[in-house]
């Protein structure tokens, strides 16, 4: 996942780039993010952050529960690897914002029904689901 402009986030509100498949079908692998930087965040939200083990990756994972100093995260694809199950819990200092909503690029639908049914669907708000840690503990 990247910036749009590259540079390190500093304003309130950003725009992101999904790449992966790792928070299928919530995302999807080109998907636009608008993102609330230094946003308050609770369990269940998706979020950007740094990559524990790679600082100048940036990734996007649900969050789960907080542990000790940080936060343990999962994609919502549970067949992709690379979130907490491999790299342990995230340092709080790593998380730098909240997903808000997602913007699905059109791509190259050219007939009016592939187009109206894109607008109905291209921007939705990405909904923090807040069971997800009780999810967690009964498996």
């Not at 990247?2 to 309130?12: I, Q, V």
């Amino acid at each position: 996942m990247t910036t749009e402009d590259g540079r390190e986030p500093g304003g309130r509100w950003g725009i992101a780039e999904v790449s992966g498949p790792s928070m299928y079908p919530t995302l999807k692998h080109g998907d636009q993010l608008l993102v609330r930087y230094s946003a308050p965040v609770r369990p269940g939200d998706v979020a950007v952050l740094r990559h524990p083990l790679q600082q100048d990756l940036l990734i996007v994972k649900r969050l789960i529960e907080r542990r000790g100093d940080g936060w343990w995260v999962l994609g919502d694809n549970p067949g992709a690897e690379g979130d907490s199950r491999v790299f342990g819990a995230v340092p709080e200092e790593l998380l730098l914002a909240r997903v808000r909503a997602r913007y699905r690029p059109l791509g190259d639908q050219r007939s009016a029904r592939a187009v109206a049914s894109w607008l109905v669907s291209a921007v939705r708000p990405v909904a923090a689901v807040r069971s997800v840690s009780r999810r967690l503990r009964a498996r």
